[in-house]
């Protein structure tokens, strides 16, 4: 099984050095290196803005790449970071070994790598985003005894001149197949790297959002992923940000995860899949149904939502998205397949089917069952959301929540069942938290909320501060009623914001 899963792989190290990437050492890339007649190598990490950074290395010498390797190298932190002075400023990247891939868009044979960030006494720096996420993941399994595992759906919009030969109708490109959608080759272009570069993908669509201007085409397309350790989920979909974005530029096209690109339309969502996960089994569902481990897992969500809108919602327009008959939640709660709810239960394949023989009457035997794919699903974040720190308090709900001993009553008092926009469940609907409507509103959740993100040391002080300051800054309250029916300040906004994170 081992063999045919490296032989599958598409990331061409695992390939060549035949082991998979969690197992690679710096002599493996060294190797490959050599084999491959790599000429540069790329250090890739993300700074506070949420994108990626990149120092290029000309590989001039085996003890040159090898030093690289061996001790990393020293960056500026006060360029990277706000709160970082620059009179004590010296940070060192090093490089995470199972992360390299081959990057696809360079002329010269080139090998990139994602780093970690080191204090000049060569600890962890504590406010770096990806170590804060792996001191919430490792507190999680401590305290709990399970991994948490994520995966996120990757929406977005290919803005292009307008292609009125096989026009679609207006919000209908749900899974629309080419000639009726013109960025198929995009998208399957950005599957094919993305596996390459390491991603474990599930699959990619066109989305319901499409429309056109005078000028322009907006088209809405979808990646979604397969449930991995947080920090791999993480940098798969940074990556996937990446590369989506160089190959608008290959195409001519802009790519933007903002979202809310108009008022009516579609916004594009980040939303989050979870499960948990214990030698190698999935904990959420049974064969009955849900289990109360996942119910608690959810009630500890949903307790810290309306806070955790302060990593995943960072941008005044996040708040044009999250409005009622637009697919997007408004108010705290959860249920089974429904997309009103801010936590959703996707179908997961629980029951014993044959539906796969009904389908194919000439299959022969017995068809397994295959458990384990129950996932439940965060659907407030957006493309503004800052992964690490979206992760890392998602982390610390759930923990929450299983610890909890009132978890499972918490759960039940919040589970709805139905359109909770329809006016016939008025009384319903009044009756629960509602999420913040602007950044300013997040920012005081946070605060509210800011002794529980802090305790145990995961997230520092200063980061924190950093997140409320901002936030409070873009002086958004009540900015839906001041924009309202203002088509010319609404697109001034969007256009500001159309490349987050």
């Known amino acids: 099984m081992r063999d045919l899963e490296i032989l599958m792989n598409p990331n061409k190290l695992v ?52 030093s690289i390797l061996s001790t990393g190298e020293r960056v500026d932190g006060s360029s990277l970071f706000s709160y970082i002075d620059a009179d004590s400023s010296d940070l060192y990247v090093i490089p995470r070994f199972r992360t390299a891939f081959v990057n696809p868009f360079t002329e010269q044979p080139t090998l990139d790598i994602l780093c970690s960030f080191y204090t000049k006494d060569g600890h962890p720096l504590e406010s770096a985003p990806e170590y804060i996420l792996k001191k919430a993941s490792r507190l999680f399994t401590q305290e709990t005894g ?60 066109a989305e319901v959002g499409n429309f056109t201007t005078e000028n322009h085409s907006y088209e809405q397309h979808e990646i979604e992923f397969i449930p991995v350790e947080a920090e791999q989920a993480v940098e798969q979909l940074i990556i996937s940000k990446w590369i989506l974005r160089m190959l608008g530029q290959k195409y001519g096209v802009e790519i933007s995860f903002a979202p809310k690109i108009t008022v009516g339309k579609a916004g594009s969502g980040l939303h989050i899949h979870m499960l948990l996960e214990k030698d190698g089994i999935n904990y959420m569902a049974n064969e009955i149904g849900l289990t109360d481990i996942a119910k608690k897992f959810i009630a500890g969500i949903l307790d810290k939502a309306q806070a955790l809108t302060a990593f995943g919602n960072t941008i005044p327009t996040s708040y044009l998205r999250l409005v009622p008959h637009q697919e997007a939640p408004t108010m705290v709660c959860w249920g089974d397949s429904n997309r009103s709810v801010l936590v959703r239960v996707p179908l997961g394949w629980i029951a014993k089917t044959n539906m796969i023989k009904n389908a194919n009457p000439q299959e022969r035997g017995e068809v397994p069952y295959i458990p384990g794919k129950q996932t439940v699903e965060f659907r407030a974040p957006d493309g503004s959301a800052d992964l690490y720190h979206l992760l890392a ?26 359109n909770i926009f329809d006016d016939k469940h008025k009384d319903l609907y ?25 305790k145990e040391g995961v997230f520092p002080k200063g980061t924190i501060d950093g997140f409320i300051n901002r936030l409070k800054s873009y002086n958004d309250k009540d900015l839906s009623e001041r924009l309202y029916q203002k088509e010319e300040a609404i697109k001034s906004l969007v256009d500001q914001y159309i490349h987050c994170m």
């Not at 308090?393 to 139905?418: P, T």
């Not at 509602?434 to 950044?439: A, E, Y």
Request: aromatic share 12%; with cysteine; net charge neutral.
């Open 146 to 205: 399970y991994t948490f595992k994520a995966m996120g759906e990757l929406e977005y919009y290919v803005i292009s001149e307008k292609n009125n030969l096989y026009p679609t109708k207006d919000q209908k490109g749900y899974h629309a197949s080419p000639p009726f959608t013109n960025w198929e080759k995009l998208r399957t272009e950005a599957l094919r790297i993305i596996a390459q570069s390491g991603g474990k993908i599930k699959y990619g669509h």
């Open 15 to 66: 390939k060549h050095l035949k082991k998979p990437a969690a197992e690679f050492t710096k002599y493996d890339i060294i190797k490959f290196i050599d084999d491959h007649q790599i000429e540069m190598l790329n250090f890739r990490y993300v700074g506070e803005d949420g994108k990626l950074k990149t120092l290029n290395f000309v590989i001039t010498s085996k003890d040159y790449l090898e």
């Open 430 to 454: 009044n009756s629960l938290k509602s999420l913040p409507n602007s950044c300013a509103e997040s920012a005081e959740y946070l605060e509210q909320d800011r002794s529980f993100f802090e």
């Open 393 to 418: 308090g998602m982390i610390l709900a759930a923990k929450d929540g299983l610890l909890a001993d009132d978890s499972l009553e918490k759960a039940a008092k919040l589970y709805v069942n139905v």
